[in-house]
């Protein structure tokens, strides 16, 4: 199984990978805090071929099952402020399997001098050093600040300053 947690547009994302990752499970999940957003996503699965659970949850009061995701997504889920980060990147690992990845991409403060998308308060933003403490107890595969041109629709389009995190739990 995998989640994808926050994300705006469930498979519509440009990026291949994340299109083919999410064909290869058997099952998707996709959590989102917004009603319109998960309501659009089992057409948008459907039309891949690939079978998709939504649920509308407030991620802080979701059921987290203990070692239930072989992948969990977590794309540009910089709506916790930094005093909510950490207990919601506690959950996150909880429901990693063993030995099942963790997928994070998010922006930095960096940002804020492109305003290309994403929060404009410094506070929701996350560095690599965040992501390393936070994830100290996965081994960490990939990690890496970028500066990237991204093209994820309207209001998140332009060269952006990234985060990403690959990571195995142990």
């Known amino acids: 199984d995998a989640v994808e947690v926050g994300a705006d547009r469930v498979f519509q994302r440009s990026n291949q990978e994340r299109g083919r990752l999410a064909v290869r499970r058997r ?6 805090r917004h009603a319109l957003r998960v309501a659009d996503s089992p057409r948008l699965a459907a ?3 690939v079978s998709l659970q939504t649920e509308l949850a407030d991620v802080y009061a979701w059921q987290w099952d203990e070692n239930r995701f072989d992948v969990i997504a ?3 889920i910089q709506f916790a402020s930094s005093s909510q980060r950490s207990a919601l990147h506690e959950l996150i690992q909880r429901a990693v399997k063993p030995g099942g990845l963790l997928l994070l ?8 001098e492109f305003g290309t998308g994403g929060p404009s ?4 933003l996350y560095t690599a050093e965040d992501l ?6 996965m081994k960490i595969l990939h990690l890496c600040e970028h500066e990237s041109s991204i093209d994820e629709g ?3 389009n332009g060269m952006s300053a990234l985060v990403d995190l ?5």
């Open 27 to 32: 099952s998707k999940i996709a959590a989102h």
């Open 154 to 156: 309207p209001g998140h």
């Open 74 to 76: 977590a794309i540009f």
């Open 105 to 112: 991409q998010g922006y930095t403060p960096k940002q804020l």
């Open 166 to 170: 690959v990571a195995r739990k142990v």
């Open 47 to 49: 039309a891949r071929g």
């Open 132 to 137: 390393r403490r936070d994830f100290a107890g």
């Open 121 to 124: 308060n410094i506070d929701n």
